[in-house]
């Protein structure tokens, strides 16, 4: 007979792995297609992201916001606490659709600058070949 | 008269029989819920400039040129590959801050898959990116 007495302990082990272990994705809605570089490391997630969809919509933690004004109005109190060291508190994901052009994207990521940010550009490793 | 002893609440066992299927079925539901990602990319902290007050500091610097389709490194036709190497060349590792500084001039119509290919080149290269913007 297989023994089943620990089997909901086993379970309930797992399920408390997968909640400490799992991010949930903030722009579920946002459609974006990443750009790629051959050179990218791994980076963490950091508590802030702003995204930009291929409509050049932009998205603070996954709710739209008007306009790069409007971004780096939202940005600015929640990075004028953090200590000018503090590389990681100051991070903001940077998540853009590769094919916007400069007059889409550049003052989203003055927004960044301005209100205290550190930008941390998210893509895909481009595969080289052998 | 015989009474019936009431039952105490406390004596009602809780069924613990389905906890294991209910924990099985959450876990079946992170299980397929959960897409693993990880994420790559490159970290920069960018001072901003306008084009036209930075034009005399920028004879000294370093400058890429972004225009639709190529690149310019210190006003020179550049492929990504050459330009890898320029700014190797350079050793931007092993200055100061104030000389790691590498402009980044972008047309209206550079789209941000160069834009951030060329990005990543400088930051790989130890370089400070300083964007320079229109008035």
């Known amino acids: 007979m297989v023994p089943i007495a620990s089997m909901g302990d086993i379970a309930f082990l797992l399920i408390i792995f997968f909640m400490l272990c799992s991010n949930f994705v903030k722009e579920k809605n946002v459609e974006y297609k990443k750009p790629m570089a051959t050179d990218l490391t791994a980076i963490e997630d950091s508590g802030l992201s702003v995204a930009v969809d291929k409509k050049g919509e932009i998205y603070l933690d996954g709710k739209s916001i008007a306009d790069s004004d409007a971004l780096k109005s939202a940005l600015e109190p929640r990075l004028k606490d953090k200590d000018a060291k503090d590389q990681k508190g100051r991070s903001v994901m940077f998540k853009c659709d590769k094919t916007l052009v400069k007059t889409q994207f550049e003052p989203v990521l003055e927004a960044i600058v301005g209100a205290g940010g550190i930008v941390v550009a998210v893509g895909d490793k481009k595969k080289t070949n052998p | ?135």
């Open chain 2, 1 to 135: 008269m015989a009474f019936k002893a009431r039952k105490s609440k406390k004596d009602v066992p809780i069924p613990l029989d389905s906890f294991s299927d209910i924990a099985f079925l959450l876990i079946i539901f992170f299980i397929l819920t959960t897409s693993i990602e990880k994420l790559v990319g490159f970290s920069t902290e960018l001072p901003t400039g306008k084009a036209t007050a930075q034009k005399q500091e920028t004879a000294k610097t370093p400058t890429v040129v972004l225009k639709a389709g190529g690149a310019l490194f210190n006003d020179q036709s550049v492929t990504l590959d050459q330009l890898t190497h320029r700014l190797g060349a350079l050793e931007l590792g092993e200055k100061e801050d104030a000389e790691r500084v590498v402009l980044l001039d972008a047309g209206k119509d550079v789209d941000y898959q160069l834009y951030f290919e060329v990005m990543s080149l400088i930051t790989d290269a130890n370089g400070v990116i300083g964007i320079l913007t229109e008035e």
